[in-house]
């Protein structure tokens, strides 16, 4: 589900709990609210903002500790092509053909993530990616090592190709999203409640209307927030390609 459609969710459960308490002021007995009542109801309107902040904080924690892995995780990414790189470089003329490779898949890569095409990115786990990972690998197994030196180089060249994938396979695993959807259920249904008990106490003015408005959109906004960080490819807010391009442009030099 994109952040967009969540934070219209989280939106219309705000927002439309606020209306919906106006007009229960207006149908339910005056007897329903009186002081005594009203004390009660703050009570619980109490606890459950109470609860609905400690899960708001803890899903912007979950959220930007996987959107901050990611980001370390596109870096590793990026200072091991660039190993790998100087690597098949000091190997010799025999590896130029692993190193153009090499830049090709990267590439490749940032234009799957980052399409400038405008076209949905794909994920990493992609086959296409597999594909080219493996072209890459059996480059680098047909080296000739020709000394001890050489096959060092190889053998370097093999460990950090592991590292790579590694690092590829743990970065494809968050991609269908951490936020467990219940969370996400049971924080709307206490906003709604919540916004309902202040619809239920305000005159129906234009600007307590425009208050409330105000404080909806500033909710959804920060679901809106929490979804997208969760997303690192989709919505808003993206992990920067920078990294793998700066690799990019020191490859084969």
Known sequence: MSSITVAAIAFA????????GMLLQRVLPQSHLRPESKEVIKLGTGLIATMAALVLGLLIGT????FDAQSSGFHQLATNLILLDRTL?????????????????VASVIERLWPTSGVHSTALQDSSITDDASVLYDSIRSLAPSDDFHRSLQAQAFQISADLARNRWQLSQPTDGSLPIPFLVVLAFWLFV??????????????VI?????CALSVSGAVLLIVDLDQPFEGLLHVSSASLRNALGQLGK
Not at 210 to 214: I, K, P
């Open 89 to 105: 470089a000091h190997y010799g003329p025999d590896a130029q053909q692993a190193r153009a490779q090499l830049k090709g898949t």
């Open 13 to 20: 459960c705000t927002f439309g709990g606020a209306m919906v």
């Open 210 to 214: 425009a208050v409330l408005l105000v």
């Open 63 to 66: 959220a930007k500790t996987s």
């Open 194 to 207: 919540l916004f309902s008990s202040f619809g239920l106490f305000s005159p129906a003015n234009g600007t």
